[in-house]
């Protein structure tokens, strides 16, 4: 074919004219191979081609590669067009360089030393083309190559705007990828000075990088503060036709006015009385244009007006100084709490979070109350709940805090399972705080776990105990309380645990009364005994040999119970203790011993609340003080926050139910690091200060006489790390990996270093896992690398995408790293978690599981009993079928069976199965290439303790897979 000169490049148009008129996938494979031979050859063979016929060929290898095919030819033509004098051979050139050249590639020095000759020509538009190859590579070559080169081109004063523009670009890009190598130096000042050029393009690029460095060295670039109050104030005092190049649907330069705003959010209001009036005024213009009529009608519009009136706003709040533009601000945002955009109903919310901790604006956003409590009643968004939530908590005080109470209480019954956790702790929180009346206190937190038990974590319950212990005329009263909660016919175990203790305690305070006797009490709590977990039925064996101190006369019951064959010979060994020890401490021990060794709590010492420890964790920027929290409070009041107390309780795993939320709780948001260093003297309490954003999985510990162990142990995990080979897993972590089977949050591990937790959602063959690493201790972890690798034939059935993870983690601090997986067909083993770091110079490494099961991936489908038995007889070939017939490992409790089916994934179907004992359950299984069908059935036999399980799916291996993983959890 004739070369074509100018521009059009006939060949690369009849090229592509022949890929999208082939048929089929192997038509279009045929015509690339063909293309690549010719091209190979053209450059092999002939030796006299030109710019334009090289610039033909790259962009035809351009184009393949944009269709999914390797190229791993035709760089070295590439790097040649970038010497060449015409501007679309040399663009091109870095064209191709900047998608298809590797920032390792041997060629990188030539491409270098191209940019350099491009940087120094006098021709704008090859150093602009240059800047933009640097800024698309990016790798540390390059800021190591132009660090010095680029600030100078960007404060030359010869350089033209749309230079400086792509300067500023460019070095913001080095600065992002290299911040170490980047160092301005004695250039400061003059990028600084950039804020007051007359190119308004040159201002908006120079502000994004003046605003990167400000964050990295605030003291540096102060200077920075008056420059900006200047450009904001003509800006904001110029009329939408002065700036017409750079106005935004009637709103002048939106996009730098908000960078300007987010500039000055780095710093203290001005202490230059003339730069703050100007500022002020800058603020009251804003806010005033907020009130006028809009210009126009057309959604740009207002969103760019809105954009710059947030910002501001934020700007406000940041400086906390005016009370005249506090209030002024909230009464702003008060006029969008009803608006009908759901994103401005979500940022006035968000904002008047922050206005509720300003002691200035804190009574103003109070006016609103009732508007929120609508908001939270009616909202539809889960995600404007949630902040109408958070405003309810901010604005609470004194004077409100019971109406707020009653109002989240009402609300938590039917609220989002996203939210109901955060709720929880929220309640909890101020219930403590501004209780006047202890009674109400207690009443608030029993109908706390009555509502939403499943949610009230180890933490709340704590405290309860702690502030009836600590409080002598309220003790009475909360014995009362918790015997008639007890005698509802479904009590939450929760519930079951406060009760044990408090009767334990001070049950003898209403003994006096026939209806909560001594024998009333042990066997109403003995009622509940079969239904709860070991570690309860731990702590209830502990109130027993209680009783036998505080009510003599039912000693022989209670040794009775203590002597049963259930208790001396169970399968649980400290259940098994604790029965023999007591028993033998209540027979052999004259009464003054007992009396002696079973005395009543003394009071716990004053500390912070671990559950607001918690949540300053879990949301750092909720939970910030008040005006009214400010003050100082009496020591004896319960706002005084005393330590955890010492619960009778035994190991434990608190399950978080599974959350199937689109956002994972925030987690397609970088989570903040954890700056707080913890108490020192409760290293192993660091679960609840660093890692508590998981709030799902605390372990608790008991002393060996189960009677009154440290609170600080009731967070330690058995778990401890191995130092070997990289393929070697850790010891003891294999259980908690089997946890996940049936949930997608927790701690998957912990050791007196390091915590890691999981945060994981699944939708079809695709998923996202969060991983979240807390440093338990108050030194750093250095060169921290954590890596996914796929072993054997999983790296052909699943695929992982992992972020990387800073290698410096903080003492006290939390990291996070998430993974995209695709599944492609099943597996039966799970990806491998490897991290290595090094602290207090010796290497640690840790090997896990990651929790990546087939079952994950099952979406639960609906069907009638029709239906149901109808697929079941087409899927009835043995090699369709699996099928275990196994002794039960657990208790056969129905509840907690039907949790265990709905959390492995598959629903479960009701009233489908002739036998009303057995669960039926159905679902699909989703991979990239096909999907399957699943049919389960399990079959309990109380009388013989036994299950018969089977699962047909349309698939073999996906039956015996699943049918393994979900014997083991029976």
Known sequence: ??????????????????????????????????????????????????????????????????????????????????????????????????VLVSANSDLMKLVIQSIKNDLASRNPVHICMAMQCIANIGSRDMAEAFTRDIPKILVSGDTIDQVKQSAALCLLRLLRQSPDLINLGEWSSRVIHLLNDQHMGVVTAAVSLIDTLVKRNPDEYKGCVSLAVSRLSRIVTSSYTDLQDYTYYFVPAPWLSVKLLRVLQNYPPPEDAAVRTRLTECLETILNKAQEPPKSKKVQHSNAKNAVLFEAINLIIHMDSDPNLL???????????????????????????????????????????????????????????????????????????????????????????????????????????????????????LNLIRIAGDYV???????????????????????????????????????????????????????????????????????KFHLCAPATRGLLLSTYVKFINLFPEIKPQIQDVLRGHNQLRNSDVELQQRAVEYLQLSTLTTADVLATVLEEMPPFPERESSILAKLKKKKPDSVKENAETKMPRPAAQVNSFPEQPHPIAMPEVHNEPNQDSADLLGLSTPVPTMNATPPKDSAAGLLVDVFDTLGAMTTTTTATNGLTPGADEGFKSGASTVVGAAGDLTEGTEQRYKEFLCKNNGVLFENDLLQIGVKAEFRENLGRIGIFFGNKTSFQFTSFTSEVSLPGELSNQLMVQANPVDPVVDGGAQKQQMLNIECITDFSEPPLLNIQFVYSGAQQRIALKLPVMINKLVESTEMDSTTFFQRWKTLSSPQQECQRIFKAQHPMDSEQTKAKLLGFGMGLLENVDPNPENYVSAGVLHTRNQKVGCLLRLEPNMQAQMYRLTLRTSKESVSKELCELLESQF
């Open 1 to 98: 074919m004739p070369a074509v000169k100018g521009d059009g490049m006939r060949g690369l148009a009849v090229f592509i004219s022949d890929i999208r008129n082939c048929k089929s996938k192997e038509a279009e494979i045929k015509r690339i191979n063909k293309e690549l031979a010719n091209i190979r050859s053209k450059f092999k063979g002939d030796k006299t081609l030109d710019g334009y016929q090289k610039k033909k060929y790259v962009c035809k290898l351009l184009f393949i590669f944009l269709l999914g095919h390797d190229i791993d030819f035709g760089h070295m033509e590439a790097v040649n067009l970038l010497s060449s004098n015409k501007y679309t051979e040399k663009q091109i050139g870095y064209l191709f360089i900047s």
């Open 327 to 445: 209030v002024r601000a909230c009464n702003q945002l008060g006029q969008f709490l009803q608006h009908r955009e759901t994103n401005l109903r979500y940022l006035a919310l968000e904002s008047m979070c922050l206005l509720a901790t300003s002691e200035f604006s804190h009574e103003a956003v109070k006016k609103h109350q009732e508007t929120v409590i609508t908001a939270l009643k009616t909202e539809r968004d889960v995600s404007v709940r949630q902040r109408a939530v958070d405003l309810l908590y901010a604005m609470c005080d004194r004077t409100n805090a019971e109406e707020i109470v009653a109002e989240m209480l009402a609300y938590l019954e039917t609220a989002d399972y996203s939210i109901r956790e955060e709720m929880v702790l929220k309640v909890a929180i101020l219930a403590e705080k501004y209780a006047v009346d202890y009674t109400w206190y207690v009443d608030t937190i």
């Open 457 to 527: 974590s180890e933490e709340v319950w704590y405290r309860v105990i702690q502030i009836v212990i600590n409080r002598d005329d309220v003790q009475g009263y909360a014995a009362k309380t918790v015997f008639e909660a007890l005698q509802a016919p479904a009590c939450h175990e929760n519930m079951v645990k406060v009760g044990g203790y408090i009767l334990g305690e001070f049950g003898n305070l209403i003994a006096g009364d026939p209806r909560s006797s001594p024998m009333v009490q042990f066997q109403l709590l003995h009622s």
